[in-house]
């Protein structure tokens, strides 16, 4: 019989990126006793690549902005399907969590009068992202990790969490196994936080890392809990294209932030040719304007190259499609005729650095081939806004793992204090009700070892498959069949490959010992990956227009009835996925008119902001 | 399309040795991918820790050809592919198995360090010219590759009276952060043992992030635990006056 050791805590946190040490920090301060949870070592969690900044209202760079500004841009920016209470909550506690990291130690670029400096992103009204170069991710990780450790966290590195334990449909615990050992262990909790992050593995060309298998969704869906809004994967713009071994490798849009521009092979600035209608009257609209607001001149609109994400790239997508794409098939992004060698290497230290081992291209002497990468899912496991609360008793969700506020595309750098802000709240809650009375349950011993059962039955099919070729063909088809565009007979045969995928998954094999086994990490990762990949075809099948993060081919244009829809995506006893569009959460009148303004002057003669 | 050969270190604690692969390779590939290729379609079990494949996450340090370096930035047409390509483990740190070590004691002698400390009621105002050299110190990834090529903790194996450059670099980035206030001389100069390194660079050669950790971490703080512990002109007005780390936040001489 295999056995496992147990380790009791009120809050478990799964994940240790931004979310899931902020959380933890927030829990441990409420007085819960906290274990913390990782696939991978301290510190090297996907946050760490985080590139660009974290937005927060500071109001450093430009005193007129505030959260409002931040508030009406994020809702603009994610074609208003995002939760407005998430969003408030958001815009309003951002920037106290970012100068709550400088008091713990982070040390951000500074302005001229030596403050927090700001940068430029797309969609943002304002220069909002705090950020140090183009390595805020690792500020933020390295912060928080030392923040923990003073504060006294229990980590479990190098665990993986292969299923969450209920009793009478609460959440009472965790099984996982210690990757480096084998060696099973169950966590008892009062109360288990999925910050586990995203899913972009599930696609072949991504700038995910290779924790981002989508764990957190399929873990919650298992056990119950809504997913909201899974069709909206953000494709970055700038992922690297060449050489075939770093496709997908992220360049930050701080590229463009410090004015980087995109041209096709014909040398157009093609971004003026693809202002939506929406964005109207808010970009420059000729060149020599652009060059103007590089220049500093505030009257002076925004280059078109700073318009949102979903837009971008959907452009680059155009010239190649449309014949006049890099040699490599995608756009060219160019710094070097923009600004001085010394200032691209202090503000773009690690682009240059990337470029320069990885591609042997020198980014202040010559302009980058770039194009969409899969990055960042917009949807997620659905939350309460205040308090980061599942539909499932004893389960919280923070970070990249939760949906709602980022609705169908997300803003650059609201990813970064999206984690402080709703890991902070997770962790209080879940550590409230973790010290409420009746919220201990009891972890069932039959059904631990019916789970570690199951997850080492790969190494009794030593005729199974590869389960690394079983995940390669996952991600080829999905990126084949519900990639950047979609349509509805390729997401219906993606189903159908999915459905054989499921049945496979549970056939692959594994060789040699238990002792750090990526072959048989990889047979696990696949069942959940597999599972996660179906919500996203369900979703995208049911939205029948496209908006933000989803482009149907097949229906071009967003649609009237589908903007005051959610997508819940819900399991029935039978596991058996199915789609149930909800109305939007009312927005007050209040909110709607900030969130409606048509640019900036109206803003601020409507509501004072 | 070529084919390379590759002899990678395949075993555990109770031993092990390098076995031999061949790899197909196209134009750019890195060693991970090479590694990636083989646990692939070779050795599904073939031990190896990566997260971020760009150089961020510091996970992949490995010794290719005997040199200490990152996998993922190690394009294969930079290195010598004419004798097969050898890829160990870091050596200074217990193997887990392959191509894993288990680097949990840079998480343990961390803790010796005492955390961020900063003045009560300042402004936070720091101007950028004033942050520049702990920004330097906080590109740090972790990958420890300067811990594992240190001599102290590789060949002397010296890992309870010394923390190793890494974590000279974190005191640095604290030391020298303009509104810190704790002094971590004293943890420097006895269990830190600063005295220990004799400035021969390694670690600064093999560090991914270029951080100038001898020159402009670990000799700087060498400097002040000799300012502090050494100078009998200034041990004399200090156990006068005493000896407080600027608590206002500004440089003063004896600080530097």
Known sequence: MESYTTYDYDVLVIGAGGAGLRAAIAAIEKGARVGVVSKSLLGKAHTVMAEGG??????????????????????????????????????????????????????????????????????????????????????????????????????????????????????????????????????????????????????????NSWECTGDGFALASMVGADL??????????????????????????????????????????????????????????????????LGGDREARRPPELLVRDVVARAIRREVNEGRGSPHGGAYLDIASRRPADY???????????????????????????????????????????????????????????????????LGGNSLSDLVVFGQRAG????????????????????????????????????????????KELRSTMQQNAGIMREESELKTQLDILASLKQRAKQTSATGTRVYNPGWHTAIDIQLMVE?????VLAALARKESRGGHARLDYPDPDATFARLNHIIRRSSDGALSVVAEPLPEMPEDRRRIAEVKDLKELSDKVGA | MQNLNFKVFRGDKSGGELKDYTVVVEEGMVVLDAIQQIQAEQAPDLACRWNCKAGKCGSCGAEVNGKP??????????????????????????????????????????????????????????????????????????????QNVCHVLRDHDEKTGFIGPRLLVRTASLEMHPLDTASRLEMLKNEGGIGFCNITKCCTEVCPEHIHITDNAIIPLKERVVDEYYDPVLSFFRRLFGSKKRPDGSRSAADD
């Not at chain 1, 060449?242 to 040398?267: A, S």
């Not at chain 1, 069932?444 to 070729?469: K, T």
Request: net charge negative.
């Open chain 1, 228 to 293: 909201i809004d899974m069709e909206f994967i953000q494709f970055h713009p700038t992922g690297m294209i060449w050489p075939p071994g770093v496709m997908g490798v992220l360049v930050t849009e701080g590229v463009r932030g410090e004015g980087g521009v995109l041209k096709n092979r014909e040398g157009r600035r093609f971004m003026f040719d693809n202002v939506p209608e929406r964005y109207k009257g808010e970009f420059a609209e000729t060149e020599e304007e652009a060059e103007k607001w």
């Open chain 1, 54 to 207: 974290m937005a927060a209202a500071l109001g450093n760079a430009r005193p007129e902005d505030n959260w409002k500004v931040h508030f009406r841009d994020t809702l603009k920016g994610g074609g208003m399907l995002n939760n407005w209470k998430m969003v408030e909550n958001y815009t309003r506690e951002a920037a106290e969590r970012v100068l709550e990291l400088e008091r713990w130690g982070a040390v951000f670029d500074r302005t001229p009068d030596g403050r927090i400096n700001q940068r430029n992103f797309g969609g943002h009204s304002y220069p909002r992202l705090a950020h140090v170069g183009d390595r805020t991710g690792l500020e933020l990780i390295r912060t928080l990790q030392d923040h923990a450790v003073k504060v006294g966290i229990n980590a479990h590195m190098e665990t993986t969490i292969y299923r969450l334990l209920t009793e009478g449909g609460a959440v009472v615990g965790a099984l996982g196994f210690d990757r480096q050992t084998g060696e099973f262990l169950v966590f008892r909790a009062r109360a288990v936080i999925l910050a586990t992050g995203g899913l972009g593995r599930i696609y072949q060309i991504t700038s």
């Open chain 2, 69 to 146: 370096t990152l996998m993922c930035m190690t394009r294969l047409d930079s290195i010598d592919t004419s004798k097969p390509i050898t890829v160990r483990p870091m050596k200074t740190f217990p193997l887990i198995r392959d191509l894993t070590t288990d680097v949990q004691w840079n998480y343990e002698a961390n803790k010796k360090i005492k955390p961020f400390t900063p003045a009560p009621n300042t402004d936070w105002i720091m101007m950028q010219e004033d942050v520049d050299r702990v920004q330097e110190f906080r590109k740090c990834i972790e990958c420890f590759l300067c």
């Open chain 1, 532 to 536: 996660i990949s179906e919500a996203v």
């Open chain 1, 344 to 410: 691209i290497k202090k503000k773009l230290p690690s682009m240059y650095h990337q470029f320069m081992k990885l591609a042997n291209l020198d980014i202040t002497k010559e302009p980058m081939e770039v194009g969409p990468t899969c990055h960042y899912v917009m949807g997620g496991v659905r939350v309460d806004p205040d308090t980061q609360a599942t539909n499932v008793p004893g389960l919280y969700a923070a970070g990249e793992v939760a949906g709602g506020l980022h609705g169908a595309n997300r």
């Open chain 1, 428 to 471: 209080l809650a879940a550590a409230e009700y973790a010290a409420a009375p009746g919220s201990s349950g009891m972890v069932s011993d039959a059904q631990v070892r019916e789970y570690i059962a199951e997850a080492l039955e790969p190494f009794s099919n030593p005729q199974g498959e590869n389960p690394f070729a079983l995940m």
